[in-house]
């Protein structure tokens, strides 16, 4: 089975604090993302990055940024965290299915809390 | 980019029913996501389509490439179906792009 990990289900911050999100795939893929999820926005794509030291910015990456040393590791980082970054942060790994398809699996999500 | 659109938002059923979810999207695809996420629980993946129908137990998902539309039914509905469902559709290695949910309670 596919495992997605992350660092911490729950984690509490101070603003102003560097905040790092760990995420951890076992299956030697290559593309990776991370998003961020909000009552009534929906899923919404911070990051991602199709090989290791490859990043691209999604829709929302303001106050963000990620770092992918190694193949099977992605991590988001808070430079300074705000209250506005209080969510739900979900790390996904993808790989190639065969005919043109790739299967997207997620990890259990960090529920980050800034006060 | 893609724009993905659900119906119905929000969605309230007795046990027993028959449910149907809709996706539609608006540019063509290579392949269509059905994710489910109970209450405080992680994202996990029902469904990858690219044409046709599958079926899994009581959920059964169908996709009409040519009208840019998807539906996932679950039959004889049970409350533990309550979660929110996702639709998701990719582009090539593109990242997905998510419809915004439906959230199903499914009543005693």
């Known amino acids: 089975d596919v495992k997605v990990t992350q660092s911490s289900r729950y984690l509490v911050k101070r603003t102003g604090e560097k905040v790092f999100l760990e995420c951890v795939q076992d299956m030697d893929h290559e593309n990776m993302f991370w998003y961020r999820q909000d009552p009534g926005l929906g899923l919404r794509l911070i990051y991602f990055s199709y090989d290791v030291k490859m990043k691209e910015k999604g829709d929302i990456p303001e106050g963000y940024s990620v770092s992918r040393e190694k193949k099977e590791r992605f991590s988001l980082i808070l430079e300074s965290a705000s209250t506005n970054q209080t969510s739900m942060y979900l790390c996904?790994?993808?790989?190639?299915f065969g005919q043109g398809l790739y299967e997207q699996y997620f990890g259990p999500g960090t529920r980050l809390t800034v006060t | 980019k893609n724009e993905v659109e659900q119906s119905p938002q929000n969605l309230t059923a007795q046990e027993g029913e028959f449910i149907t979810i809709n996706c539609s999207y608006s540019v063509g695809i290579s392949a269509l996501h059905w994710l489910q996420q109970h209450p405080g629980g992680g994202i996990v993946s029902l469904f990858m389509?690219?044409?046709g129908k599958k079926k899994h137990g009581r959920l059964i998902a169908t996709i009409n490439i040519q009208e840019k539309h998807s539906s996932l039914h679950i039959t004889a509905s049970h409350p533990r179906d309550s979660a929110v469902y996702i639709c998701a559709v990719l582009s090539g290695n593109t990242p997905l792009v998510f419809g915004k949910g439906t959230r199903l309670s499914v009543i005693a």
């Open positions: 996904a790994s993808r790989g190639y």
């Open positions: 389509l690219s044409s």
